[in-house]
């Protein structure tokens, strides 16, 4: 048998159709089973040392009390498939092991899965189920059924399958947003065919981003998963279901202690819909962000590095309808925190189409509060990935700002974008050269302010002298994008 890799597809860049992550909401029919009161640990004394009270994991019980609450999932592909997660050199790998028979037209693969309801439905990861032609369910009694798709959403790497069984044992739900890094936690599955493997080991970050992955703020663990894990539950110590195993790190496709877990808020909240209409549907703001560091945060006055910072506002769409603008830091989303703009896809991706929602801003120095009204993702793609390019003509002069490292020439937009053009980059060197800035960029405004010849910008930078660092609004292959000048060494 061949053990073949696949691997995730890494894509570059944020395009906000941007999104938010509703905390969970257990609308299943059934109430979960009764669980455990306390954590699965033991107490050890220790006079060594002195006086040491320690609390170790003791995974049996756990394993006694939930194991059978996850099952093995088998599926049959046709074996002339192409390769969806793209180049197999790429450094994320799927977890899902395919054993591959020579000579047979189709592969059987293994994935995991756990039970969310005493009638059957079962999640498990998207591309554990992606194109089978048959899935299996195979419970830890030995039962096998045959289960039905319900439904799946790639971007969060959910899917809701069903049995026709009754009263099956399942899983407590947690809450992810309680766990702490250093917890321990246990995942459950079915690595390389091995049915029911149990493994464990700590948190070791949350929120992490993944390329390719906007709206799952993953979970990072070391515990030891690999290919066949995929689906699987990640629980904590109290027997709950935090997170559903989903990718590894690896350049061999075996473990190497960094292991990723869909949180299971998102995962519920996907299956929710999943189970009502067969599809899920995302919020969409009509917008597009960077990430707020020290030093933008700084020349916009804004005392933390936090936020969501607009770089493009889509014709027509929410964003617009409701006044925001280039250059506002979006600051919460109904009351929770954008702490990066990572946040934001998942604050609005998993709030629904037409819902409205409540944003703080900062801008100019004070905070603002705004209601939009979410269109639907997908429904304003062809305005969001079409960047609209300078086609400068530069004038014959230049000028130079020997304090900030540039050499900059007015511009003529050929293409009419921006009317009163820009000044283009001849050269970037020191600070200039040290946040980014590069030769054949164009700057278009410093803050709000456009700039296009050597008086205008000056001016615009006089209005950050005290503050030392000015946000430099710049357009590079027809994408945007703010960096953070800093006026004197």
């Known amino acids: 048998m061949q053990y073949k890799k696949l691997t995730v597809v890494a894509v ?89 028979p020579e000579g047979k037209s189709e592969v059987t693969s293994y994935g995991s899965g756990f039970i969310i309801s005493k009638d059957g439905y079962i999640i498990t990861n ?8 048959a899935i299996k369910v195979r419970l830890t009694d030995k039962r096998e059924f ?42 459950i599955g079915t690595p390389f065919g091995f049915e029911n493997t149990v493994t464990a080991g700590i948190i070791s970050a949350k929120k992490r981003s993944l390329p390719g992955s906007s709206y799952i703020p993953f979970i990072q663990t070391d515990v030891a998963i ?12 109290n027997g709950e279901v935090i ?33 009502t209409n067969g599809v899920f549907r995302r919020g969409q703001l009509g917008a597009v962000v960077q990430d707020v560091t020290f030093d933008l945060a700084k020349s916009f006055q804004l005392e933390h590095a936090q936020g969501a910072l607009i770089t493009r506002i889509m014709p027509d769409g ?88 540039l050499t900059l020439s007015p511009i003529i937009d050929l293409n009419k974008q921006r009317p009163e053009g820009g000044l283009l980059v001849m050269k970037a060197e020191k600070n200039a ?4 800035l590069a030769q054949g960029d164009i700057i278009l405004s410093v803050g709000d302010k456009p700039v296009y010849d050597e008086e205008s910008m000056r001016l615009a930078l006089s209005v950050y002298a005290n503050n030392n660092v000015a946000p430099i609004f710049v357009q590079r292959n027809g994408y945007e994008h703010f960096f953070p000048l800093v006026m004197k060494e």
């Open 226 to 237: 690999n290919p066949g894990n995929s689906g699987g539950p990640l629980f904590n110590l």
């Open 318 to 405: 929410p964003a617009s309808k409701a006044n925001l603008k280039v250059g506002d830091i979006i600051l919460t989303v109904n009351g929770e925190e954008v702490s990066t703009f990572n946040d934001l896809p998942l604050l609005i991706g998993y709030t629904p189409p037409q819902s409205t929602v409540k944003l703080t801003v900062w801008r100019n120095g004070q905070t603002h509060e705004t209601d939009v009204v979410l269109a639907e993702l997908g429904s304003m793609d062809n305005k969001i990935n079409q960047p609209q390019e300078i086609m400068p003509h530069r004038e014959q002069t230049f000028f130079e700002l020997p304090e900030q490292g």
């Open 433 to 436: 050269k040290r946040i980014g």
């Open 126 to 133: 998207n591309h554990v189920v992606q194109n089978a032609s």
């Open 146 to 187: 045959t289960a039905r798709l319900v439904g799946t959403d790639p971007d969060s790497d959910t899917a809701l399958i069903k049995v026709d069984a009754d009263d099956l044992p399942i899983v407590k739900i947690g809450n992810p947003k309680n766990m702490l890094v250093g917890e321990w936690v246990a995942a």
């Open 243 to 275: 997170g559903i195993n989903s990718q590894i790190y690896s350049r061999s496709g075996g473990s190497v202690g960094i292991s990723f877990a869909v949180p299971i808020d998102v995962a519920i909240n996907v299956a929710e819909q999943l189970k």
């Open 12 to 100: 570059s860049g944020l395009l906000l159709s941007i999104t938010g992550c509703d905390a969970f909401k257990a609308k299943f029919t059934d109430k979960p089973a009764e669980n455990v009161e306390k954590s699965f640990v033991k107490e050890v004394e220790s006079d060594k040392y002195g006086k040491v009270q320690m609390l170790l994991p003791d995974f049996s019980q756990l394993v006694n009390d939930v194991g059978a609450t996850v099952v093995n999932v088998r599926t049959q592909r046709e074996n002339s498939k192409p390769n969806l997660f793209g180049d197999d050199s790429d450094s994320f790998f799927d977890f899902f092991q395919e054993f591959q």
